[in-house]
């Protein structure tokens, strides 16, 4: 009886353990999230690629299938238009669900386009889902995507 009672008092010991990994891991996807922000609206192309794992797929409506090349061939002829300029808001994260070395976001991205010359302004709501994956060093990237434009 008494060693049914340390193991649980054990048990309890651990227990908060996971709790504060999936805080910090939350906090570290949140801080990754504004970083890429930060790069793409400087328009850092040597940066814009650093949240996405090499093994990245991804689906938005309407397209194909892409990959981690697609994406960041995309980001940086982006950045590299100067008929238009890119901009997005910090993403609106509605959760983050932490499962061990993977976690689950679901989010709301805010594009908005602005023709150079012009004082058209494009606004495009993306929500989608991502999948991140720590890696080696701790941080975390994202490995699968999901969205669409609302």
Request: hydrophobic share 45%; aromatic share 10%.
């Amino acid at each position: 009886m008494r060693r049914a009672l340390a193991c649980l008092g054990l048990l309890a010991l651990l227990a908060p353990v996971p709790a504060a990994a999936d805080a910090a891991a939350d906090r570290a996807i949140r801080a990754a999230l504004e970083r890429w922000t930060a790069d793409f609206n400087a328009g850092r192309a040597d940066r814009v690629c650093a949240l996405f794992s090499p093994e990245l797929r991804y689906d938005y409506r309407g397209f194909q299938e892409r990959g981690f090349e697609e994406i960041c061939d995309l980001l940086k002829r982006s950045l590299a238009d100067r008929t238009r300029r890119f901009s997005y808001r910090p993403p609106l994260v509605k959760e983050v669900i932490v499962a061990g070395d993977l976690a689950v976001v679901r989010l709301v991205w805010t594009l908005t386009v602005r023709p150079v010359g012009s004082s058209e302004v494009f606004v495009s709501r993306e929500p989608g889902m991502d999948v991140f994956r720590r890696q080696p060093d701790g941080g975390w990237k994202i490995v699968r995507y999901i969205a669409y434009e609302e």
